[in-house]
């Protein structure tokens, strides 16, 4: 049997024995969902790891790089975190929004500060046709001058 290591990325969505198959083809995985915001802070400060944990446990036990998915995605902000930022608008909602984001960035950094190798950082902050709409109501667009 030829063994291949292709740097390439297993989608996770659950962790289980259904990667026994095909564990030796990969040495990298990801988590689809498990790592994104609204996933690991669904309500304002109030942290749920376990998911994206028991995906790093299953890559550390299997001898496999993480890959960190994501800081930031449109589709993925969690919902009092897209109230809040909406109701501010100008220095002070650029100021709040840039906060929120520092603070996610630095908890995740710090959770998985040995775990993972790489990290998406922002992922499809556009989306479709760009327009002026997009540019102006998008949130992250928001924290720029």
Known sequence: MVT?????????????NMYSDIDDHFNQLVCENEMKWRMIEPE?????????DEIRDYAKANNKKLRGHNFIWYRSNPTWFVNKTK???????????????????????????????????????????????????????????
């Open 44 to 52: 304002e400060g109030k942290y749920d790891f376990s998911k994206a």
């Open 4 to 16: 291949f290591h292709i740097k390439y990325i297993v989608m996770c969505v659950e962790v289980s």
């Open 87 to 145: 109701a501010f608008k100008g220095e002070v909602g650029k100021t709040l929004l840039l906060e929120y984001i520092d603070k996610r960035v630095k908890t995740m950094m710090e959770h998985y500060k040995n775990d993972v190798f790489v990290w998406d950082v922002v992922n499809e902050v556009l989306r479709g046709e760009i327009s002026t709409a997009q540019l102006q109501n998008n949130d992250i667009f928001r924290t720029g001058d």
